[in-house]
């Protein structure tokens, strides 16, 4: 079935630096990849999505890169601030395109 | 609309027991989706409602488990004889169309 890598498992960076998070699918059908911010004891939360059609896409200090052939895609945040501290999951949409498969997350900690 | 509305927040129940939860998605949405996530991982695909049919089921449903969408509006997840591999965080998605899942936030079952 779909399988969804993710790397790194934590990354500390300090205020003002990137950060980017790797993922790598196995079913080259999947044509969705959100990605989802989890507050400690939160809902995830939705921050950005690309779709299959697309090969990058950006909203402020977020952006996401997709490379179909190489069946990987990557969140890159700019200048980073204490509040981005969180875990962050990719998914793709399996091949039934009903499911979203999850990665099993990035710890992400900004220091000031 | 406040979003995906999941019920209990907290369930704290002894092995063996049945546990029921129930889930209010977003008004419009159409699609209801129930994962679980335990700690240290990303949500695991369970079930997948269009309107009122139960579209998609994942091998990690055992017959323990069942759900119900019987209006196409809430759902219910059932877990019957609780074991202690149970306990977990129970998450409910629902979205309009294939894109776009808004979570709630979740109910945490914890089996003793």
């Known amino acids: 079935g779909e399988n969804v890598e993710q790397h790194p498992s934590t990354l500390s960076v300090q205020e003002g630096d990137s950060a980017v998070i790797k993922c790598t699918y196995s079913?080259?059908?999947?044509?969705?990849f959100p990605w989802y911010k989890q507050e400690l004891g939160k809902r995830p939360q939705l921050i950005i999505d690309?779709?299959?059609?697309?090969g990058e896409k950006k909203d402020q200090r977020i952006a996401v890169t997709l490379n179909k052939t190489a069946k990987h895609f990557s969140l890159h945040i700019t200048e980073t601030q204490p509040e981005d501290s969180a875990v962050y999951f990719c998914?793709?949409?399996?091949?039934?395109?009903?499911?979203?498969?999850f990665g099993k997350g990035t710890t992400l900690s900004v220091s000031s | 609309d406040t979003g995906v509305s999941q019920n209990p927040r907290h369930k704290i129940t002894k092995r063996g027991q049945n546990v029921t939860f129930r889930c209010d998605p977003i008004?419009?949405?159409?699609?209801l989706y129930w994962y679980r996530q335990t700690l240290g991982q990303g949500p695991e695909f369970l079930t997948y409602?269009?309107?009122?049919?139960?579209?998609?089921k994942s091998r990690l449903l055992s017959d323990r488990f069942s759900a119900e969408r019987p209006k196409g509006s809430f759902s219910t997840l059932e877990i019957q004889r609780t074991e202690q591999g149970d306990s977990a965080m129970y998450l409910c998605?629902?979205?309009?169309?294939?894109?776009?899942?808004?979570f709630g936030s979740g109910t945490r079952l914890t089996v003793v």
């Open positions: 998605a629902s979205s309009l169309q294939e894109y776009g899942y808004t």
């Open positions: 079913d080259s059908a999947s044509n969705y």
């Open positions: 690309i779709r299959s059609n697309v």
């Open positions: 998914a793709a949409r399996n091949q039934a395109g009903t499911a979203l498969i």
């Open positions: 008004s419009e949405h159409n699609r």
């Open positions: 409602f269009q309107n009122e049919a139960q579209l998609e």
